[in-house]
């Protein structure tokens, strides 16, 4: 309906996302899909990763481009409460960003392959929390024991909430995440 109404599909927040980079970070591949069928720019290395796009993200590392070009757009200037310093984005650590989209969004087989090519299983992101604390509170069983057998931080306390991976399965209701990351 927007789009017949003629809504801009680069329209960008105060911090810079667009609907594409929104419909990346929910996950939402229709979404974006409809937003590229229509014209929609802006696809990067992150976004497709947090939409599970395991071909284009190995098309894109295939590519020899810099890494830096394929970052997502919408990065703070400066840390702030939702990006902390010491977040792969912050830190242009784009292998590990893209990694950390693609778990929280519960692409394990993208989360493979991106940890082969050199991600880091501890980055962080919104919040400072870790992949393995979106993939648990996003429900993401498979990812969170991908995650697991591979040996993260299981200790490790976002920036903003000062809990653990298995606190946020707790706060998503997934108590069968929270004995998996307990154990």
Known sequence: MLLRAGA??????????TP????ATMGSTKVADLLLAHGAQGMNLVAAASLGKLDLVRTFLDSGAPLASLARRAVP???????????????????????YGACRNGHTAVAAFLLER??????RGVFGATALHWAAINGHKDT?????ARGPDLTVRDARFASTPEQWAAEGGHDDLRHLLRA
Not at 8 to 14: F, N, P, V
Not at 118 to 123: D, V
């Open 118 to 123: 050199g991600a880091y299983i501890n980055a």
């Open 20 to 23: 594409l980079d929104w419909a």
């Open 77 to 99: 200037a400066e840390p702030d409460d939702h990006w902390v310093a010491e977040s792969a984005c912050m830190k242009g650590d784009v292998i590990s960003d893209a990694f």
């Open 8 to 17: 801009d599909l680069e329209a960008a927040t105060s911090w810079g996302a």
């Open 144 to 148: 969170v024991a991908f995650l697991v």
